[in-house]
Structures are given as structure tokens and as C-alpha cells.
């Protein structure tokens, strides 16, 4: 019974343990392994540089995400732990970086191009509440600025028919098409969904290219960073880079009949993508939609321009490695190029992992509450052994010298040689014989060989032993004995009752502390 407790103190142990570092150390090791991008990994980032983090594709689940109701209880905790997650990170990981600026490059819900206003009203509270800016005390006025992405207003082909989605859209996030300054960086903002195919005189892709046209001729002193939800366009099979964790993703178009635009497409088509970086001429493009990390490089005239692809942020959507990015940009009064726009990828916690790690954690912790020998290990086969073998291994390695025993002491005399060096020698003992009349000898030199004294013992009566194990086998009330089935049956009740009463002492221990830290991070300080 002390063993069996034992077990259960030791595994409550592991499953603090496991809870800590999967609920809360996992977010402050993904904090302390990234750090604002410098020029060198020996030099520390600009202080005077504008902090910049850059965040793709939290797509909240909805309705359209696994096919289920609003009411039902699989897809609200789908949505609660996938809320959390994101809310740790922004809360636990971005934020503590003290950005000046937050960057969103688009697809803000699941289906927000489908889902009615009521779910898209649930669905941006549920937005702001994960990334909300209150927990930062510091400067708690961070801007934030908003992509447009394809599961916000669809593409072409959708909101060519559904022109109310984009004015749902721009009336809590913005314009789709803009700039702004940060430092000496024009970051440039484009609706990608609007400027591949589709009607010619579609308004809202006339208007995305005249926005861009009038960008490409002013002023081209300040480095640009082209952002598109969209990936620029790119050939089948490029590689990605040593950050991708997915095969890579070729191009497909889907587009509706009657020239009424695209249904959907991985990237930019190459007309698209090389008339953007004509006109533009950005120094660097950022991008989402494709929900893992790529980093690709595009040859132009002007030179290669280096596109990053950012992963997800979100558990939830086909990446096991989501990620962030830590973007630096250059004061205005800078005059070194090579320092102008400095990025770092980040990446979070792997909530998959962790989810397996507590299911195999759990069949361990069963599977040791129902094996573990009553008596602890010592009863198993072969531990003795063990334990004897290294512990003679370990005195043969390291030997501990032992006085001599009053025994072993003998007598010692003086005996000089011919060279008149003195020598002790050890006296002979002499023993007396060993005499035994009830025993024969024979020896040779100092081997003694003795009849053993079970010579002289009485042999066995065979009828004794016979009636012995009648005894044995036959009660003398004549009942019957217990099978050995009862007996095994008997047993595995008793393990089972011994592991249902030590997981409900392990969960009565932990699921509390499981919900302080569920909660913990889901409440508004």
C-alpha cells in the first residue's frame, strides 16, 4: 500500500509538472527564444527603429469550420481552447515585446464572408477579446492595422454578387487599400482578393489598381514593404525555405463562369505579381493565406525582392508550428540601407504537442496504477539481481578499504638478509586438527572432503508425504477449494478500484489548478 502511494504522490507530481510547463512555460520559453531583429547576431536590435510584430490568418472558428451548429458543445470548446491559444500567445508571447506597431495581413474569421451578421458580430467580439490591447500598461494606444484576406470578404466572384461583405468589413476594420509610415517605411496595403480577373469594370478592382498607380509615382525615397494577403505569384515546386513544415502549395485558380471573377486562388497570377513589384518596387512583400512559413525570391529589373510568407497563428489551421514575425524599420532620419528593414520569425508554442503529450501522459499514468507490483519494484523478477549486479559493479569500481580484522592479525618476526636489510615475515599459525567421530576424512594436502550430516538423517516416510499433500489439496470440512479464476477475478477488481481511486486523487489535485490556469489567461485583468 505505501508503494501504491508512493506512485500516486510521484504522479501527481508529473502532472503539476506537465500542466505548468504546457499551460504556461511553454509561452514564456516561446518569448525568451525570439528577440527584435539586428543587423548581426552580435549586436543588439536599434533601440530607435519602430517595433513592428506581424500577425497572419487567426481564421476564429465558426459555424462554417466543422459543419456543426452554433449550439453545439463540440464545436464551442473547439472554439474556447482555440481562442485560448491565441489569446496566450498574443497575450503571453507578442505583447511582452512591446511592440510600436501591430500588423494583421488578413483572414480574421473562418467564414466571414458566409456567416450572418449576428455570428459575425459574436465572432468580432470574440476577435477583440483574444487580441485585446488592455493588458498592455505601457502604452496601451498601440496602432493596429487590418489586411483584407478571402474568408473576410471572398473573392471577386463573391463580392462582385455580395457587395454588402465589404461594406461589413470596412466599417469595423478599415479600407482594404492604404499605406502609412512607420519610421522611414511606407508600408504599403493592397486588397489582393480584387486584382486578378473579374469583369474589367468591376469598382472595386479599378479601384485597388488606381490606388496602387497612384503610389508608383510618388515618392521613392522611403524603402517600401509591400503587404498582400495573397502571395505573389511564384513556379510549381519553389522551395520554401528550412521553416516550412508542409509540402509545398502549387498554384490553383477556380474561376466562375462568364468572366464574373475568381472563385479562389493559391497566389497572384505572374501578370499581377510582376506589374505590382513594376510599380511599386518594394524592398520587401509580407503575405499570408498559405498558413506556413515561405520564404521565396523574386528576380526584377530593379533587383531580387525577398517575399515572406507568414504562418498562422492559430493551432487550428493545418499548421503544427505557428508563428509571428518581429519587423524593425529604420528611423526617418537614417542614412544606412543595410539596417532600413530588419525582420525576425518567431515561433509559438506547439499546442499540438502538448495535447498529445497530457493523452500520453494519461495512458501512462493508467497503465502504471494498474501494473505497478503491490510491493513497488523490489517484488519483480530480476530486480534483486539487478540491484545486486551494480551494486558489486559499483564496489569493484570503487573499492572501500576495510580495517583488518583482530582475526587476520598475526604475529610478525625479524629476519635480516645476507645484505643486512631487515624484513618482517609473518608467523606460521599452526591449527589444531579438526577431529569429528561421526564423520570419515579423506584429504589430500589441504582438501578435506565431508560426508554431509543428511546421511544420518531419517529418510522421508513417502505414505507421510502422500497423506501431507492429501491434507493439502482436500479440506477436512470437505468444502471445495477456490478456483483460481475467482482468484484472478478477484485481483483485477481490486487494481481497477486501486487505479479509479488514485485518478480521482490526482485529478481532485490538478484539474483545480487546470482551470486556475485556463481562466487565468481567458479573464481581463
Known sequence: MQSATRLTLLLCAAWVAALLYGEMGAYWAAHLSCSWPSA?????????????????????????????????????????????????????????FKPDVV???????????????????????????????????????VPIYYLSGNHDIGYSAFHSVHPEVISRYEKEFGPRNFHFLSGKVDFVVVDAQTLDGGAKQSKERSSSWEFIKTLSSGNESNPKILLTHIPLYRPDNTPCGPHRSSPAINQRIYSAVMDQGINYQNYLSKQTSDLLLGLLKPTLVLSGHDHDQCTVVHSTPFGPVTEHTLGTISWQQGNLYPSFMLLSAGPRNSTDSSQEVLTNLCFLPKQTHIYIWYIFQFVVTVLLLMFWPTNGLSSLPY???????????????????????????????????????????????????????????TGRGNVVARPTARKHQPEPDSSSVHVEMGSETAPEDGGKAPRPSKWKIRTVLQRLFRVVQSVAIIAVLNVPLYMMLLFKDWVDR
Do not use: C
Open 383 to 441: 530486480v534483486n539481481t539487478f540491484v545486486s549486479f551494480m551494486s558489486s559493479a559499483g564496489a569493484d569500481l570503487f573499492p572501500i578499504s576495510k580495517e583488518k580484522d583482530d582475526a587476520e592479525d598475526g604475529e610478525y618476526e625479524m629476519v635480516w638478509d645476507a645484505e643486512g636489510s631487515m624484513h618482517l615475515v609473518k608467523k606460521a599459525v599452526a591449527r589444531p586438527p579438526i577431529t569429528n567421530s561421526d564423520s570419515k576424512t
Open 103 to 141: 500588423l494583421f495581413l488578413g483572414d480574421y474569421f473562418d467564414g466571414g464572408a458566409h456567416i450572418s451578421d449576428e455570428e459575425w458580430q459574436d465572432s468580432l467580439f470574440r476577435f477583440k477579446h483574444i487580441f485585446s490591447m488592455s493588458e498592455q500598461r505601457t502604452s496601451p494606444h
Open 40 to 96: 548581426s547576431s552580435s549586436s543588439p536590435s536599434p533601440s530607435n527603429h519602430v517595433k513592428v510584430a506581424v500577425i497572419a490568418d487567426p481564421q476564429l472558428m465558426d459555424s462554417t469550420s466543422l459543419g456543426l451548429p452554433r449550439s453545439s458543445v463540440a464545436l464551442q470548446a473547439a472554439e474556447f481552447f482555440t481562442d485560448l491559444n491565441m489569446r496566450r500567445s498574443f497575450q503571453s508571447v507578442i505583447l511582452p
